[in-house]
């Protein structure tokens, strides 16, 4: 298969293009991204010299571009994460939402159209994978603020974190309520790739997903980025009480379930993902910094102080939690590492990723970039 991963440059897409490239020798992956602040190629200098990989710089909004290149490789799968991802940005600049996640993915699914209706086989063989968010389900109740146990257990649950803080989940079958332009932009999103299944027959799958963590995450998300200030004791913003509640799982798992899916999902069907892994803000706070103390030989706890809290997020969602039964009973897909153990691998890697960090946080590899394009 000749495949196109968009947004293989940011955090989840790096994953899923380092699993894709090394997995499938036979496949050809290519990594469409526009390399905006969130994409950075140092995430794939593991993989950038193998033979079946190849990075293309364009914008998904870029209609032409994208449905010729979708020619010159012959292209059958298309793996679709590009997108602006953060919600505190998307409370600044909706329009940049609105024309990424909206418009790019219309321009994605258009040029598929296009460049399959008109081969022989049309859509035989063929696959649009739309990568998207639990976010679109809105926020559920916290009913029991003090935990109560989960219906479901999994592997990556029955570590020593093993609460729901509420009895309902996000289901398949749920209606969308998106409140942030993020969420709203990525729900008009999964709307387009229903549609083109509808009316013209493509064959589209769509996941939504709960928060991820671990390396190659841009410093703007929580984790990594209190990891980094916890490193140089700078202030931990917390958000109201620190009381809303993320569902979170690894990033390497949500690879797996995305190579899985793109291979055995069912088309026209939607998969949650996620880990029954419930956590208030301010208790995964408190293991993030007991973590990074200890692995820096400080007293555990010492940059407890750091905890500041400052005014809400406008409209934040109080709890998510995703009911991934469907995926687990029909696909065989479980979170394959607890907590307690991703939390820890992910706190080294950043700790011993020093230099990826600072790039980062400079800006520096942004530079990169426009002398590497300096000219064309
Ligand atoms: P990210 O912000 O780390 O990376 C986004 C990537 O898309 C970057 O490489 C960026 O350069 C690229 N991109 C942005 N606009 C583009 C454009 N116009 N054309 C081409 N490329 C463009 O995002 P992420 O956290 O890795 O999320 C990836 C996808 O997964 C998104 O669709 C997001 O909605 C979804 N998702 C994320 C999470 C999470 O916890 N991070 C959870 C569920 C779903
Ligand atoms: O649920 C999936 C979503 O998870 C993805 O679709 C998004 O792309 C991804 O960014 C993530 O969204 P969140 O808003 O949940 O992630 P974030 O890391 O921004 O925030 C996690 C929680 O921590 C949230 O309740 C807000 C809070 N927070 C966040 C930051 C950055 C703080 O309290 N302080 C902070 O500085």
Avoid at 16 to 22: D, E, I, K, Q
Avoid at 130 to 139: C, K, L, N, P, R
Avoid at 281 to 287: C, G, P, T
């Amino acid at each position: 298969m000749n495949i196109i991963i968009t947004g293989g440059a940011g955090f989840i897409g790096s994953h899923v293009v380092r699993l894709f490239v090394n997995k499938y020798p036979q496949y050809k992956i290519i990594n469409l991204d526009k390399l905006t602040y969130a994409g950075n190629l140092a995430n794939l200098k593991d993989v950038e010299d193998k033979p079946n990989y190849k990075f293309v710089k364009m914008d998904i909004c870029d209609f032409e571009g994208v449905y010729k290149l979708m020619q010159d490789e012959h292209v059958d799968g298309i793996i679709h994460l590009a997108a602006e991802s953060h919600v505190d940005r998307s409370i600044k600049d909706p329009f940049t939402f609105a024309q990424t996640n909206v418009m790019g993915t219309l321009s994605m699914l258009q040029a598929a159209k296009l460049y399959w209706e008109s081969l022989p086989e049309k859509w035989e063989g063929k696959r649009f994978y739309h990568i998207s968010t639990d976010e679109v389900y809105g926020a559920l109740e916290m009913t029991h603020p003090e935990g109560i146990k989960p219906p479901f257990t999994t592997k990556a649950s029955s570590g020593e974190h093993h609460l729901a803080y509420g009895e309902k989940f996000f289901t398949e079958d749920l209606k969308y309520q998106p409140h942030s332009p993020y969420s709203a932009a990525k729900a008009s999103s999964d709307h387009f790739v229903r549609a083109f299944h509808d009316t013209y027959g493509m064959p589209t799958i769509v996941t939504n997903c709960s928060n991820n963590y671990g390396p190659y995450q841009f410093p703007e998300k929580l984790i990594p980025l209190f990891i980094n200030n916890i490193r140089h004791r700078k202030p931990l913003p917390v958000y109201g009480k620190g009381e809303n509640v993320r569902d979170w799982l690894y990033v390497e798992d949500h690879a797996r379930a995305i190579d899985l899916i793109f291979h055995k999902g069912k088309i026209a069907e939607t998969y949650n993902i996620g880990g029954f892994n419930e956590w208030k803000n301010i208790d995964i706070i408190k293991v993030v910094i007991n973590t990074v103390d200890r692995l820096l030989g400080r007293p555990e706890g010492q940059d407890m102080d750091l905890i500041t809290y400052v005014t809400d997020r406008a409209g934040h969602d109080m709890r998510y939690a995703i009911d991934s039964s469907k995926l687990q009973r029909e696909l065989g897909w479980e979170p394959s590492l607890q907590f307690e153990e991703g939390i820890e691998k992910t706190v080294r890697w950043y700790l011993d990723n020093q230099e990826w960090m600072d790039n980062v946080t400079s800006g520096d590899y942004l530079k990169y970039y426009e002398d590497m394009y300096a000219g064309r």
